[in-house]
């Protein structure tokens, strides 16, 4: 049998901030090292490649996810809050619980929500563009998913304030115990109280998708314990994922001046142009997995029970996978495989409400500026998942062409 030392050992720390905000250089070095790494800092596997990126994904018998997909072992320490029922968990309890709410967001139900979406976007677009500059983070990607997303889920408009603390805790918590998790961490409690009290039935405006959650409880699909953790996963999974993606997605458009260039000219590309910035730049970079048994990666053999940090953002600039323009934003790419939702049975419940908030952002840009450039040089946001923006400054010039 081969072992561990057969696979290449690196002792670089993926959640170095200085490697979270350019993970680039470091993703090669890890694909061109072999198939599986051993990164040393932290004695967990890693796989940077798409193949087993994907592989891993779509084996969730080997790869579980019950013990947690961050780098602490829900098995060894106790979890910051109860598991989610849907990130953290296995079939059949997983099954049981991503049926109802998959229910809620298909393509065709997602659809109900466009005219809402559309109107905020256009709305919001109108006023930035008249502005000639504004942050894409500040005044745009911090704005619109709390204001449509939060609407969506039926959330009370006064009281949204601790929503963006509550995600950094999320995805900082999926990290080791660095400065970035301590920092998220710096004033938990109230930020605690006030998500388990917002995921009540009678903090959830009728109709929307927290109150859907509950009906579903009446209905017998889902018992009264769970409904709280599964709004608690819409808030926790639907907010920083796209705030971040959106704010990528503009800083492709304004470091692509041709690239926008087409979208300008066919504002009908915004999906299009919002997905490749999925692949380009994933807000979710990372996730970990825990074998249930040795498994053979390519020749390499992961033990049971260990940790295995899968690269998303890396597998999505393979060459091996997407040529040698891997490296190039373009929104003409055709980009499905790309693994910024994930795979396999954990594959984005959300996607499509993502996708939706994405086209219209983007379509309501293009629509009305002729050009978008960087106005200042970004600011990179640190956090231990997700990739993105803390400010992003553009300047827009409005007209036809
Ligand atoms: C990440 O709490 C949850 O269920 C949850 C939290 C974070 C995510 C997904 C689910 C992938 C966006």
């Not at 997407?322 to 891997?326: E, F, I, K, Q």
């Not at 929104?331 to 790309?338: C, D, L």
């Given at each position: 049998m081969l072992s561990r030392s057969q696979a290449p050992v690196l002792d670089d720390d993926p959640f170095d901030p200085e490697v979270l905000v350019d993970p680039y250089p470091f993703h090669q070095r890890m694909r061109d090292a072999g198939p599986v790494v051993f990164l040393a800092r932290y004695g967990v596997w890693a796989m940077a490649r798409h193949a087993e990126v994907a592989n891993a994904l779509s084996d969730w018998e080997t790869f579980s996810s019950a013990a947690g997909v961050g780098l602490a072992d829900f098995r060894k320490e106790p979890a910051w809050?109860?598991?989610?029922?849907?990130?953290?968990a296995d079939p059949p309890a997983h099954t049981a619980v991503r049926k109802p709410v998959l229910h809620l967001m298909t393509p065709k139900t997602v659809q109900g929500l466009r005219a809402a979406f559309e109107a905020a976007a256009e709305e919001l677009g109108e006023e930035l563009v008249a502005r000639?500059?504004?942050?894409?983070?500040?005044?745009l990607a911090e704005v619109y998913p709390i204001r449509v997303f939060a609407d969506a889920v039926g959330l009370?408009?006064?009281?949204?304030?601790?929503l963006l603390r509550y995600a950094g805790m999320v995805f900082n918590a999926f990290g080791p115990r660095n400065p970035l998790f301590e920092a998220a961490f710096a004033e938990a409690a109230p930020v605690l109280e006030w998500i388990t009290a917002a995921c009540q039935r009678d903090a959830l405006a009728p109709g929307g998708l927290g109150a859907q959650i509950w009906e579903a409880v009446d209905r017998g699909d889902i018992t009264a314990d769970q409904a709280p953790l599964l709004v608690r996963s819409l808030l926790s999974a639907g907010l920083d994922t796209t705030i971040f993606g959106l704010g990528n997605a503009v800083f492709c458009l304004a470091t692509n001046p041709e690239q926008y260039d087409l979208l300008h000219a066919d504002p009908g590309l915004a999906r299009a142009a919002f997905e490749e910035s999925l692949r380009y730049e994933?807000?979710?970079q990372t996730f970990f997995r825990t074998t249930t048994r040795p498994v053979d990666v390519e020749g390499t053999v992961i033990p049971s029970d260990a940790k295995v940090l899968l690269f998303m953002g890396s597998a999505n600039r393979d060459p091996r996978r997407?040529?040698?323009?891997?490296n190039r934003y373009d929104?003409?790419?055709?980009?499905?495989?790309?693994l910024a939702f994930g795979a396999g049975i954990h594959v984005c419940v959300g996607q499509f409400i993502s996708r939706l908030e994405g086209e219209v952002v983007l379509a309501a840009l293009a629509r009305r500026a002729r050009r978008l450039d960087l106005a200042a040089d970004p600011v990179a946001k640190p956090n231990n998942t997700l990739k993105g923006f803390r400010h992003l400054p553009v300047r827009v010039t409005a007209g036809p062409s």
């Open positions: 809050r109860r598991p989610s029922l849907l990130l953290e000639r500059e504004f942050d894409a983070v500040a005044d009370p408009e006064e009281g949204r304030g601790p994933a807000p979710v997407w040529g040698d323009d891997a929104i003409r790419r055709r980009t499905p495989g790309h």
